[in-house]
């Protein structure tokens, strides 16, 4: 009686901590990252305008670098990417800017973002924001690995349908830009009905990928060979 009483009150005790117990993210999120972009319009609108004679400045003069902010939200390393602006100073001043920025929250890794500073005499024109990061490239390889990690849905139309017959099925996937397939296309089938062949069909439409843009159409060409040994 008194060791199960023992272990009630561990129970009890322990309890609250568990229960409040929170998962840090990955990374520091979006959201702190723009809002402290968005403050350091002013700061970044100082380093232009005191540091870039009235005579130098130029229409949309801009500058891009690329910051690392640990799990604590201090920014570790910034690096010059590019920048129309010619006065070292000035870019001294928005490289040191950037360094001694320090975002919000606390995060399991390590958070890259490039920033770009738009910079105008205005300081309602003068924009710093994160650059949208670039799009993964797909390849037919992507879609072929994607494909893979569905195989067990696939083998699933066989094992439902194949009536233990050996049989072939060629797919073509074609990936739009948005990264949905438009097109699922059977090419070849020597199952004597299509009931296998529509369920690999049907199961390739919904499969997703990054989204390629410019570089779609993506197409991939996928054999299934199904045997009864």
Not at 131 to 136: F, L, N
Not at 195 to 203: A, D, E, F, L
Request: proline residues 4%; contains cysteine.
């Amino acid at each position: 009686m008194v060791a199960r009483l023992l272990l009630i009150l561990g129970i009890i005790s322990l309890f609250p901590v568990m229960s409040f117990a929170q998962d840090k993210p990955d990374t520091i999120s979006g959201a702190v990252i723009d809002r402290t972009l968005y403050d350091a319009r002013y700061n970044a609108h100082k380093c232009y305008t005191d540091n870039v004679p009235v005579s130098q400045r130029g229409q949309g003069e801009n500058a891009r670098i690329t910051i690392r902010i640990d799990y604590d939200g201090m920014v570790t390393s910034a690096i010059f990417e590019d920048t129309t602006v010619q006065e070292k100073a000035a870019r001294d001043c928005l490289l040191g800017l950037a360094k001694r920025l320090r975002f919000q929250g606390k995060a399991k890794g390590f958070t890259t973002v490039t920033i770009w500073f738009g910079l105008s005499t205005e300081l309602g024109e003068t924009v710093v924001r994160a650059m949208d990061p670039p799009k993964k490239k797909i390849t037919s390889k992507d879609i072929v690995a994607t494909a893979q990690k569905r195989m067990s849905e696939f083998m699933g139309c066989y094992n439902k349908h194949g009536n233990d017959q050996a049989g072939v099925v060629k797919l073509t996937i074609i990936v739009g830009a948005t990264g949905s397939v438009t097109e699922a296309r059977i090419d070849q089938n020597t199952f004597p009905n299509t009931t296998v062949s529509s369920c690999i069909q049907n199961i390739a439409r919904t499969l997703k990928f990054d989204a390629p843009g410019d570089d779609a159409p993506v197409i991939a060409k996928i054999p299934f060979k199904f045997s009864t040994q």
